[in-house]
């Protein structure tokens, strides 16, 4: 006997927000965020294809100017790492939190992050600007860069601190209990990230640029991973809430796992307050991300695995939403694996780097695609899944591979950040490392542009209708 068709929530689930222009306004908030997200990604993604042609050992001796790829590692981690992650989270707050968010604040809060995209990019662009490539938040020597990157982190920090300000919805269930929570805690984290950078400007003695910077972001860029696994926590909820039809935590069992992963992160302000030369500030900020969050990790993965093998008869296992989960759930666990494996500075470090953040953005991306239907003018046609699923096939394999072949290129002791002429390869397996990364940065690259064209369309369509629905248009699959 076949299993039963898995119908997702209609319209009708959904009761409709008290005011239309309430909602109206809801909606263009969370498309302001989701708007800067994807933008965001569009120049990173661009970003990233040169970042991995100056890595090929063919063909870095075409490339003589190590601060040309520099520049653009500055640049494309700051918009994958901090505008894309923190766009993404703002987006989906926005959308659970609805009508009830200051119309005034959240304009305020786009307006300056607006300008602050702009003054990233344009301070790039200024001729003799130095890169720093400092961990975590990599910047561009330069007073009009640093505006950007201020105004940017003030007016994401506006919003977080309204999503924590405002009730949540009461007229609408567009998101589960436990994904909320989830979000919300992601926002507290992102404010504590923003405190403790402030507390290191304040403390952190005028010294050798590079050592300057490395301190003043290394505690608060601790705190931004955390508040990154939140986000992903709260994604992967979604996917299988959305997927199973059933929500995966009780608000209490969510409260507790989430406050075991952002309650230790307190201790970084005092301590980034008290001085970043401390040793207790440097060392504290790794043993919190050491052992703070994969333990909450494992637990959602192993409680989200429970929660599908008891849902196994009645799911629609080639939905998208289940490759998104597993191509995220499989990098996780991946990047923990590469991570616990480091034990100098080569390029195992960014292989582990970038199979965690593949993991957060793949779960992104998975639901982004829910998104643009909560958001969409009323009429418009779903994403058909079986594009979502070979785009988020694409991209986690190619990232894995990604990870895998700069991991490989480590084991041998090939050194990190360095690009083109730069770059000294002494052995085949740094070759063959450096050869495997190529070909997985490129096939992420095509599933990120696959990805980009589908929502650069979506977005594209909801200029064609005024009335936003609250509800995800799901398809009726079997």
Known sequence: MPPPT???????????????????????????WFLFAIGSLVLAGLLSLMLVVG?????????????????ALVVHVDLAIVVWFQAGTLAFLALALGPRLQRGVTAAALALAATGIAGLLVGALIPGAQPV??????????????????GWFAGAGLFFALALATPSRTDARALSADVVIALRASAAANLLALVTFLGAWRTTPDSVPGVYYELVFWGGGHVLQAANVAAMLALWLHLLHRWTGRAVLTPTIATALLAALVLPQLVMPPLAF?????????????????????????????????HVWRQRASVNWRDYRFLGLAGSGSLTVLGFILGALIRSSSTLVPGHYHCAIGAVTIALMAAAYDFCADVAPAGAAAEQPR???????????????????????GAYGLGRKQYGAEQHVRSLGEYFGLSVMGLGGFVAVAGGIFFLAVMLRRIGAWRRGLSPVTSSLHEQRT
Do not use: C
């Open 6 to 32: 898995l119908i997702a929530p209609t319209v009708a689930d959904f009761p409709a927000a008290p005011h239309a222009e309430d909602a109206a306004t809801a909606t263009t908030g969370a498309r302001g």
């Open 55 to 71: 890595r090929l050992p063919f063909l870095g001796w075409l490339f003589t100017d190590p601060l040309f790829f520099k520049r």
């Open 133 to 150: 490539l400092s961990n975590y938040v990599p910047v561009i020597d330069h007073p009009i860069f640093f505006g950007g990157l201020v």
């Open 274 to 306: 008290g001085g970043t030369t401390a040793t207790s500030y440097f060392s504290m900020a790794t043993h919190l991300m050491r052992w703070t969050i994969f333990p909450v990790v494992l637990v959602v993965l192993g409680v989200a695995t429970v």
């Open 387 to 409: 594009r979502a699923r070979l785009q988020l096939l694409l991209f986690g394999g190619g990232q894995a591979v990604f990870g895998l072949g700069f991991a490989l290129a």
